[in-house]
């Protein structure tokens, strides 16, 4: 049976996306962070306290 | 969860063959993905990349559809794929409510806001998830799988995703009130027999929908064995039977809050990409009061490495894809191309879910299966709601050349 797909395509799909990622990574900081600069917040163990839902959106109570 | 999820064929009598180069791709990119992670986040994030990745292939290998789960009781007045779904929120609300509250710092439940975002964000959901073909995870899992149609419901769910962030703060201003967790009304153990009864009676109300319409109800989402094939090539090629997903679901929900301190979501990840994507187009999203609240700023200032469900849905998207290809049908969907109300249906479904999602803290994932795990009142409501407008949904479906 035919593919339903192009391998090329597939391959370039991946490729762009892992480079988007790459990107977005390289410009973060955490990437500066692990680049040894110091005083950088990274989101790695971020909670938000005054959230409630697990996206960060906060009660409507608790907004200013 | 979507249409094309359920419309596996019968594999039963075609010998099994693997498509190599799919399966290849995705285990280059979960190892390539895995990889960086590892050396540039902390190996709890690389635990939840194998979970989103396990959850993809239970998705697809399971067929578990919400929308078609729904539309069916709708239309065909069949309710094994609802009665699967209470099945899964019944053990995720048996496991994870007590771990929420068992004094472990750190865990954080689904529980969000009741009030008109809530419902209106809900009711939109409802339509998007019958008009765009999937849920949030139904999306991405088909995505993953090759399905072009679906590809394009991402997209406009992401664009509808970041709407609905800049217009939240106007809809929280709008009446509602603060989380209602169940657990403060009536305690651990009375909070899980509250929803057990209201699945339960949910249940009765399915069960005497299809007994009404048939004489008798089918017990699918019961079965333990693979009406095909053997153990072995049910596990790798699919199609799963009900209770196989329903364990892995539940049991993947409760790994990632104990991993990653939350419940699975799936659509603040889409948030981020989106808001990233206009960020770099020259869109200052630090105007939008969304965006300056701490969790979404710092989501959108660093990696999306470090975030959760940008992660486990990359291993959603790479599992599925995966499962497809040990299966041998990826892209099968997209082999009949769909026409051009189809894909409008897309847009719009893709528009509404995103908007939706939002607006209601978060999809079937992330505010109704998590939600109801973490004994949210919300949960409840969102769930009504999206019902509501997945009844609507159902109804426009003929419009748009969808097969009901």
């Given at each position: 049976m035919d593919k339903a797909y192009s391998r090329t395509r597939i391959v370039v799909l991946l490729g762009?996306?892992?480079?988007?990622?790459?990107?977005?990574?390289?410009?973060?900081?955490?990437?500066?962070?692990?680049?040894?600069q110091g005083n950088v917040e990274t989101a790695l163990m971020q909670r938000d306290e005054t959230a409630c839902a697990p996206c960060g959106a906060p009660c409507p109570s608790t907004r200013d | 969860m979507t249409d094309s999820a359920v419309l596996q064929p019968d594999l039963q009598q075609s010998p099994w063959q693997v498509d190599r180069f799919i399966v290849s791709t995705a285990l280059v990119g979960f190892a390539l993905l895995g990889g960086l992670i590892w050396l540039e986040t902390a190996p709890f994030m690389v635990a939840l990349f194998a979970i989103g990745t396990v959850l993809g292939m239970a998705l697809y290998h399971g067929a578990f559809g919400f929308t078609a789960g729904w539309r069916n009781l709708v239309v065909k007045k069949r309710g094994a794929g609802m009665r699967a779904q209470l099945l899964l929120f019944a053990v995720s609300s048996l496991v994870m409510v007590p771990m929420l509250h068992s004094g472990q710092e750190g865990l954080v439940g689904a529980v969000a806001p009741v009030g008109t975002s809530l419902m209106v964000g809900s009711f939109l959901f409802g339509i998007g998830m019958q008009l765009g073909g999937g849920c949030g995870s139904g999306t991405l899992f088909t995505v993953g799988a090759g399905n072009i149609r679906m590809v394009v419901t991402l997209v406009f769910f992401i664009a509808g995703a970041v709407l609905g962030s800049i217009h939240l703060p106007w809809w929280l201003d709008q009446p509602g009130f603060d989380p209602v967790p169940l657990v403060n009304s009536f305690g651990i153990t009375g909070a899980i027999l509250v929803q057990f009864v209201g699945l339960g009676l949910i249940a009765w109300w399915v069960n005497r929908i299809e007994r009404k319409a048939h004489g008798s109800i089918e017990r699918d989402e019961l079965l333990w064995k693979s009406q095909g094939h053997g153990l072995l090539r049910t596990l790798f090629s699919g199609r799963?039977?009900?209770?196989?997903a329903i364990l892995i679901l539940a049991a993947g929900n409760a790994l990632t809050l104990a991993i990653g301190g939350a419940p699975w979501s799936i659509t603040f990840a889409f948030n981020v990409w989106?808001?990233?994507?206009?960020?770099?187009?020259?869109v200052n999203m630090a105007q939008f009061e969304f965006w300056t609240w701490d969790y979404p700023a710092m989501a959108l200032k660093d990696s999306v490495l470090t975030n959760i469900p940008s992660v486990m849905n990359f291993g959603l998207l790479l599992g599925a894809m995966l499962a497809a290809g040990l299966a041998n049908r990826f892209?099968?969907?997209?082999?009949?191309r769909p026409e051009g109300r189809q894909f409008l249906a897309a847009v719009v479904g893709g528009l509404l879910l995103g908007y939706g999602a939002r607006l209601g803290f978060g999809c079937n994932i992330g505010a109704l299966f998590s939600g109801i795990a973490s004994a949210s009142l919300h949960a409840w409501i969102w769930f009504a709601c999206a019902f509501a407008g997945s009844l609507i949904g159902i109804r426009l479906r003929p419009w748009f050349r969808l097969p009901n």
């Open positions: 762009v996306i892992l480079a988007l990622i790459m990107a977005d990574h390289l410009s973060s900081p955490t990437f500066a962070f692990n680049s040894g | 799963w039977p009900f209770t196989w989106g808001a990233k994507a206009l960020e770099v187009v020259g892209n099968e969907a997209s082999r009949n």
